[in-house]
């Protein structure tokens, strides 16, 4: 292949797609960031178009070259990560039949029950259901409805036809590198979220016996390749729309959990991070199979050799703090909305309470039906209050996830925790997360952990490193911001923490009734 200096790297995420010119140093020497819409409406839909996604890549790249002198010839290599759990129904050619029903989407949550559930049932799973994917998965399709499996019978069901045309089911990364190359592949990690792949050791693979079980066609699952594989060169119509060469390879990519550990640096058995944008996770790879049924999490295959990593994914973050700064009458563009979060005045023993699950949770507790709520609202609580509130909620909704992972087998409890993603960049948060889970954060490479992450999935195939893995573990010594613990404040963290404990037990017994 051409051997050029750089490598074009794209993050998709759920309203933008980011994009950076990364060097073997790892340094990000051009940046640019594309917006596109997302579709919100009653029932729990959530829908893209595909080209719109295309589109604004074509927007950055345009841009990249503005910055780049001869970035067609100087980089050669492309690489994508995106959102996860997205399904984009394809026909032979590639073309998408309908929007993308993205990860947000919920309106096959009564599917997903149903698909899962019967008697005798433990944690709403049937038992014989749930012994099986288990044995063969390492774990099984959450009860709400976000995972891939239910979004395709929801297909199958109400739109028979579509169903019936759609030659291909790809998640949001697996369609871009189609668009780019004309070849239909896919990651192990997507494939794991479809609960249609075994994941045991040595047998990696789409299953059979899963697809039976549910019903779906296991001849309209793409190819897997690994991350770090290249999977061919851009076709002639994809260069010219993004101004690159024709020769320049596209590599199997990723999903934004791998891109994320990735680039936390954090690459290490037992080694977590957390990845706090949108939505939140904490994640770390491990040295085998886990699994917690009962907190809903587990360890999935990731997009490089199938090597297990750890997700405990939480459904409200950055999106809960955004909306308490709305309603509160700020304003939420741009720089303004961390701005929100710089006077919002010293912490009071009687602030209001905040239950961040505006979009329902997924980890500890796996329930689509539950909401939010501020609890113990005064008079006196100005906007102020309430955005204090929403900043320690979303610390102790992390927290209540944390301590379950922090008991798993391997997981490495020493040093600073790393912590990425846009709203990591936010020294209030950082801090209260500090604060809250009494331990030191490092925040890395904030809002550009994904791209980074991405790029290192090109150092084998530009000769930077060994693998990604070791390219990545230069990562952790791009540390933007670091936190300490405040002693005052973790005591004051640990009383308001055991209320807010008894405050979420019983909005959750209510949602039950």
Known sequence: MRQGEFVISADFGTSAVKLGVV??????????????????????????????????????VAQLRQEVPNLAERASVLVFSSQICGVICADENGAALRPCL???????????????GGFPSLHGYQLLKLARWLRIANGAP???????????????????????????????KDWLVHRATGRFTSSAESANLTWLLDTRPGREGWSETLARATGIPIARMPEIVDADAPVERLTPQSAAELG???????????????????GSGEVEDGALHISAATSCWISGFMDGRRLDVGHSYATIASGLNYRPLLIASQENAGSAMEWAVRISGGATEGEALAGAFEDMG???????????????ERVPVDNDRLRGAFHGLSLHHDPRALRRAAV?????????????????????????????????????????VADTLNRPVRVGEARHAGVLG??????????????????????????TAEYSPEPARVEALALRGARFDRIRRNLIRSYRA
């Open 346 to 360: 010293a912490p009071q023993p009687d602030d209001p309470y905040f239950v961040p699950w505006l979009a329902g």
């Open 102 to 116: 993205t990860w947000l989407d919920k309106r096959a949550a009564q599917i997903g029950r149903d698909l899962v």
């Open 142 to 172: 959450a009860k709400n409805g976000m995972d891939p499996t239910a979004k395709i019978l929801w297909l199958k069901r109400n739109e028979p036809e579509v169903f019936a045309r759609t030659r291909w089911f790809l998640d949001v």
């Open 23 to 60: 060097d073997g140093d790892l340094k990000l020497l051009a940046k640019a960031t594309e917006a596109y819409p997302l579709h919100l409406a009653a029932g729990g839909i959530a829908e893209q178009n595909p080209a719109d996604l295309w589109a604004a890549l074509a927007r950055a």
């Open 244 to 262: 690159l060469r024709a020769d320049t390879v596209v590599l199997g990519g990723t999903s934004d959990v791998t891109a994320a550990a990735l």
């Open 392 to 432: 320690e909620g979303v610390a102790l909704n992390i927290l209540w996830s944390y301590r379950s992972v922090a008991r798993q087998k391997g997981v490495r409890l020493d040093g600073p925790l790393s912590m990425v993603g846009g709203v990591a960049a936010n020294p209030a948060f950082a801090q209260t």
């Open 454 to 479: 991405t790029a290192t999935l090109a150092a084998r195939t530009l000769g930077w490193a060994a693998d990604s893995f070791a390219a990545a573990a230069r990562l952790k010594t791009h540390t």
